[in-house]
């Protein structure tokens, strides 16, 4: 059975920092490329940090370039998100997603990825 459980999630101020990791179990991650999704109130699911199966390459929504990592563990089957100088704005619910096909490139469509987290909160007050 595939389980992805997301934490790290929850209140910061403007400005501040967060880490966000997402346990995956059940599957060999390491073959398949990640990612990180968000979803505001009222709002589409949007493709946030992409990373490779191998780690070697990434790719960010411009709204947070510059501001996000995205980084994984293979060894330990976890992805994390490290969000800096956040914003308003990134108030949202966080998922970490797994590509449906082996060795992709970093792929930035909801339908490209089969398996997702529960979501993770994250506010930011102004």
């Known amino acids: 059975q595939v389980r992805m459980v997301e934490s790290g999630g929850g209140l910061v101020q403007t400005g501040g920092s967060l880490r966000l990791s997402c346990a995956a179990s059940?599957?060999?991650?390491?073959?398949?490329?990640m990612g990180w999704f968000r979803q505001a109130p009222g709002k589409e699911r949007e493709f946030v940090a992409g990373?490779?199966?191998?780690?070697?390459?990434?790719l960010y929504a411009d709204s947070v370039k510059d501001r996000f990592t995205i980084s994984r563990d293979n060894a330990k089957n976890t992805l994390y998100l490290q969000m800096n100088s956040l914003k308003p704005e990134d108030t949202a619910v966080y998922y970490c997603?797994?590509?449906?096909?082996?060795?992709?490139?970093?792929?930035?469509?909801?339908?490209?990825?089969?398996?997702w987290g529960q979501g993770t909160q994250v506010t930011v007050s102004s």
């Open positions: 997603a797994a590509d449906k096909d082996l060795h992709t490139i970093v792929r930035v469509t909801l339908q490209a990825y089969d398996y």
């Open positions: 059940g599957r060999t991650f390491r073959s398949y490329a």
């Open positions: 990373i490779s199966w191998s780690g070697d390459n990434t």
